[in-house]
């Protein structure tokens, strides 16, 4: 054990832990991101999360930090109090007539949009609304592993959307949506149809951090394409004036922006952001087996696009083609090209033997995907051996830009060579990841 200290704690102030670190409300009543604890009550923080703790009058809490947690008191502004009255308002103008009622969370990177999304979700629940949470980051996302977007219906308060699995699965195979925007824009619009079907209440929309740049015209057709009855801006008031995401919301969707003081929350290093990812794959893939299957009986996709055998594929070499209804063609052959090329003129995507191997996968059987694996051998005759969870009937093998090498300890990112310009995802771009 590192620490252990009582503390009083005061509406005026917020205490932060960072696990690993256990807390015991000893007298009073706290607020963990829309959550009550009262007396005698016990809340453990994992390994490298930070939340607050809050009060609307005097409590005492005993906290304990172990190796590598901590804990602070923090003026106010690290919380979800700064949130509250304005997501009070919005609760309170809450028309079903049309559900679901949407709320789409943007900001930059490190802004609190994770932490926002849980309190608006758990704010929802505990007000007898059905929410769910649809989370649209490709490379930080909590309900899914990298590379794909995930969408979960909640049922009960939680702490860390973490907590959480999707329900729903649209895999991208891609970490980063710079030049791949409008395949984002129509996941997120795949997953939303699910909702518009179902009996929820409420569907709060969680994007990534890509907002400068070409990731404002990305963003603001992400918000005209969903169609939100509120989109929560999260910024720094002192910079609002010069905010070019602001301005052009405020202009392109009108009487539906409401700013929202951004946390203060520490910035994620590029080290910690790696770590996050490799931590999420390792969740989804943990405690797999090895499962056989031939790229000549399974349909393959990529990036939305579906390929299949037809009369007109053909084999030699060891290679494979297939095809899809637009005309697009599929091609995996035996050489060791540490790129994935992607031609919109001849229309066809291309991928060696060594961008198969310890590819990061999803499986999908009867338009649903089952779960996600490991390609961990390739044979001349294209059967691939994938380290996976999944024990269900598969028809669908999802291909992707990520490599998972010394057992789920790195990621090599491949390179897409598109048509045009050169995207190379192995160089992490920070306003994105």
Known sequence: ???????????????????????????????????????HECFRVKRNRVVPVESLENALVSVSAFDGGGFWLSESGCGVKIWSEEVKKIFEKISLETRPFQIMVVGETDSGKSTLSTYLANYAIS?????????GDLGQGD???????????VEKNFFDLRELSADYYDFLGIISPRGFQEHVVEALLRLKSLVTKSSADVLIVNTDGYVKDKGLTYKVNTVLRLEPDVVLFLGDEDGLNDS?????????????????RRAKAKQK????????????????????????????NLKVKFLNKIFYLNDTSFFGNYSLCKL???????????????????????????????????????????????????????????????????????DIIHLSSIKLVNNLNNEFLIPILKQGFQENFSQEDKSIQ
Not at 22 to 30: C, I, N, P, R
Not at 244 to 260: E, H, M
């Open 324 to 394: 899809d209804d637009d005309g697009w063609k599929l091609l995996v052959r035996p050489f060791d090209a540490p790129y994935i090329l992607y031609d919109d003129n001849c229309r066809e995507l291309s991928f060696s033997s060594y961008a198969l191997n310890r590819m990061f996968v999803a499986l999908e059987y009867r338009g649903a995907v089952k779960g996600f694996g490991i390609i961990v051998h390739v044979d001349p005759e294209l059967t691939v051996e994938v380290y996976t969870k999944v024990d269900d009937e598969v």
């Open 1 to 39: 054990m590192l620490s252990e200290e009582v503390i009083s704690l005061d509406p005026s102030m917020t205490l932060m832990v960072q696990g690993p670190a256990e807390l015991e409300v000893l007298k009073g009543v706290v607020e963990i991101l829309g959550i009550k604890l009262c007396q």
């Open 269 to 296: 290093t590029r080290e910690e952001r790696f770590h996050r990812r490799l931590s999420q794959y390792r969740r989804f893939l943990s405690r797999g087996q090895i499962r056989r299957f031939s790229l000549f």
């Open 127 to 135: 007000r007898g609304f059905r929410t769910c949470v649809l989370d």
């Open 244 to 260: 070019d995401l602001f301005k052009t919301l405020s202009t392109a969707y009108p009487q539906k922006i409401v700013f929202l």
């Open 143 to 153: 309900l899914a592993p990298p590379g794909c977007i995930g969408l979960k219906f």
